[in-house]
């Protein structure tokens, strides 16, 4: 601790710090009547820097970094990882490296929320700029970012709340999920098709609308067919280390429950399978969905597949990433809760599971008009 020094007018008092946030050593002085001031300010600097208040100012990346290393560096999947570091990477080309947090409020973080909707997607080369939902996913770490400044004392309240959200529309780009017709019509085609992985692996993510690199991942170990169940406790990474990696999330790592009928399926296929049996990968994994290498199938492979049966069933083409959606809908129409949804799904939260609930396709449409008017009947014809 410090001592007060006797000066003309009174006490000066001089302290140094060093920021935990910055890691940079913050120096003060200041001038009292009496030493019993001088400590008391003391105390007080030291408790405001050593909770994040720091009057110098903390660098919004830096905080972004410190964040970044406490909460997510090792307990996100590489994805997460990837968006977040992307995220990075637009503050630091709209505010610069030197912006200060404190400086940060909701006209100038709206202004950044803007330039993100005005940029385009990299690599691509029909110049399209950034969709509404890339936006959103950008202003989700961030807003996660500034809750823990304000938690810690550094902001006073949360700029990104209440942003208006801008991007490319994309809901007439593609199809996001089937109607139950629609699914129908695709089960039958894809159950025409001749036997591969992908056609069964196509069949799994129908049913269950596990994410295409959770169905790559299975072993055929995480097949229970006497409890019609599949353990979902890794992912494969087919776009950069071709090896497990770990689920988007610790969520992500659940038991799903199958319907008797792709229990059926499976036992069917891993019969076959066995029988024939298929080369095992070079690290000698049973992978449930191979190629003919031993190595689980392709993305591409996979995306062909679902294109040419969704051509056959004449339906609008859709990606495997519809599934998911439309195993929503299937659970919500069966009367099943939102929890137990958003747990066979891998949801983080049960928000996410209402983001796919909010569409409301015909179908469910559909089911609540039919249970409102039986209700209204009810009522009417009651005596």
């Known amino acids: 601790m410090a001592e007060p020094k006797k000066v003309k007018n009174g006490y000066k008092m001089r302290i140094r710090i060093k920021n935990p946030i910055t890691k940079e050593w913050i120096e003060r002085q200041r001038t009292f009547k009496t030493k019993k001031e001088c400590r008391d300010w003391e105390a007080n600097e030291r ?24 909460f997510k560096k090792n307990k996100v999947g590489e994805e997460r990882k990837k968006k977040i570091l992307t995220t990075r990477r637009y503050l630091f080309e709209f505010f610069g490296e030197n912006y200060f947090i404190n400086d940060l409020n909701k006209i100038t973080y709206q202004k950044f929320i803007n330039f993100l909707s005005n940029k385009t997607v990299r690599n691509n080369p029909s110049g399209k700029q950034l969709s509404k939902e890339t936006v959103k996913d950008y202003h989700k770490v961030c ?27 994309t809901s007439g780009e593609r199809k ?7 699914w129908k019509k695709l089960l039958e085609s894809v159950s025409e098709a001749t036997n591969s992985s992908s056609k069964f692996a196509t069949l799994t993510m129908m049913f269950i609308g596990a994410r295409f690199e959770e169905i790559n991942g299975l072993l055929e170990t995480d ?3 006497k409890n019609n169940q599949i353990s979902i406790n890794k992912a494969f990474d087919y776009k950069r280390k071709k090896d497990f990696k770990n689920t988007k999330n610790f969520e992500s ?36 969905f191979p190629n003919d290498l031993g190595e689980p199938i392709t993305n591409a492979a996979i995306n062909k597949f679902i294109t040419k049966r969704c051509k056959s069933a004449e339906i609008e083409r859709v990606t495997s990433h519809a599934f998911r959606h439309t195993r929503t809908d299937m659970l919500v129409l069966a009367g099943a809760d939102m929890i137990y949804t958003q747990k066979q799904l891998g949801h983080k939260n049960a928000s996410t599971t209402l983001e796919y609930y909010s569409s409301l396709s015909e179908d469910i449409q559909q089911k609540n008009r039919t249970i409102q008017d039986d209700f209204i009947n009810n009522i009417v014809q009651k005596k």
């Open 47 to 70: 408790t405001n820097v050593q909770q994040g208040i720091d009057p110098n100012k903390t660098k919004l990346l830096d905080f972004f970094d410190l964040w970044f290393e406490t």
């Open 143 to 169: 807003k996660s970012v500034f809750i823990e400044a304000v938690d810690n004392g550094i902001l006073r309240f949360n700029p990104a709340r209440k942003s208006v959200i801008n991007g490319r529309d």
């Open 176 to 182: 996001k999920e089937l109607s139950m017709d629609e």
């Open 223 to 225: 097949v229970d067919l």
């Open 253 to 288: 790592k659940r038991t799903v429950d199958m319907p008797a009928v792709l229990s059926a399926i499976l036992k069917d296929y891993l019969a076959e399978k066995n029988y024939k049996k298929k080369i095992v990968s070079l690290n000698h994994r049973q992978y449930l």
